[in-house]
């Protein structure tokens, strides 16, 4: 496997998007008042966040591509896009059928939105693998609170979908890293980790009734969290990875 498979990313996410999944059809589809006022504010707040035009990332990823010579990956962007705004969308049409109010603003929002138009590609990819590795646990929490068929299949499809992301978006990421000195490639992970870890707390006090619901405590979500970006993004996952453009293979640890 070379350094990052922009071919193969680019059928899946061309696959997606004409297949797209919605799930299986015929689920009951009923919400108990205290489901709704448990989750509500909480599913409101993520939908806002998943609901965004791209523009800053799609910028970001044509001026990369452009003096990378990698045409395939402003696609590839693209479509990772597209795919986010059908999960903006699928949460709605849900949110609207049960009546659960749709936000317009969420100072969590716009700081993310803030911070992702800050520089480039690899630091806009580090804010959005971040909220998408957060995501995973979030939806894998809410799943577990209850019992509407409807809502637990969507959020498994969008786990789903967030995990290929992920894949995409820590390849790139282990790449771009690869490209700088071994002396800092330890430092860049640590300072990704640091960010996730602050992230994470801020969700888990805007999200703690939810989380709590599913088991979860201020620690073992964090730890939760990181897990999954060690388990993405660490330096110990990785032997040699290789950089952008070049043809050695990345090797996982056995």
């Known amino acids: 496997m070379s350094a990052v498979d922009f071919d193969i990313w680019l059928n899946h996410f061309e696959h997606h998007d004409q297949h797209p999944n919605a799930g299986p059809a015929g689920l009951t589809d009923v919400l108990r008042p205290h489901e709704h006022r448990l989750i509500a504010g909480s599913v409101a707040t993520f939908q806002l966040g998943e609901d965004s035009d791209g523009r ?3 910028q970001a990823a044509q001026h990369f591509a452009g003096a990378r010579r990698i045409p395939a990956l402003a696609r590839i962007v693209e479509l990772l896009i597209r795919e986010e705004r059908r999960h903006a969308a699928m949460l709605g049409v849900f949110m609207d059928d049960h009546h659960i109010v749709r936000k317009r603003g969420d100072w969590t929002d716009r700081v993310f939105r803030l911070l992702r138009r800050l520089a480039g590609l690899e630091l806009y990819l580090h804010v959005l693998v971040s909220a998408e590795l957060i995501g995973i646990v979030y939806y894998r929490a809410l799943e577990s609170v209850t ?5 637990r299949a969507l959020c498994r499809v969008l786990v789903a979908d967030e995990l290929a992301h992920v ?3 820590s390849q790139l990421l282990l790449a ?4 700088r000195t071994p002396a800092l490639q330890t430092p860049m992970y640590l300072a990704h980790r640091a960010f996730l870890t602050g992230t994470a707390l801020v969700v888990w006090m805007t999200h703690r009734p939810v989380l ?3 088991g979860y405590g201020a620690r073992s979500f964090l730890r939760a969290c990181r897990w999954q970006c060690t388990f993405h993004l660490g330096p110990l996952n990785v032997r040699r990875a290789a950089p952008l453009g070049s043809t050695p293979r990345v090797e996982l640890l056995k």
């Open 56 to 58: 800053a990332l799609m």
């Open 147 to 151: 019992n509407c068929q409807r809502l």
């Open 167 to 169: 894949g995409f978006e």
């Open 176 to 179: 771009l890293r690869a490209d």
């Open 212 to 214: 709590r619901r599913a």
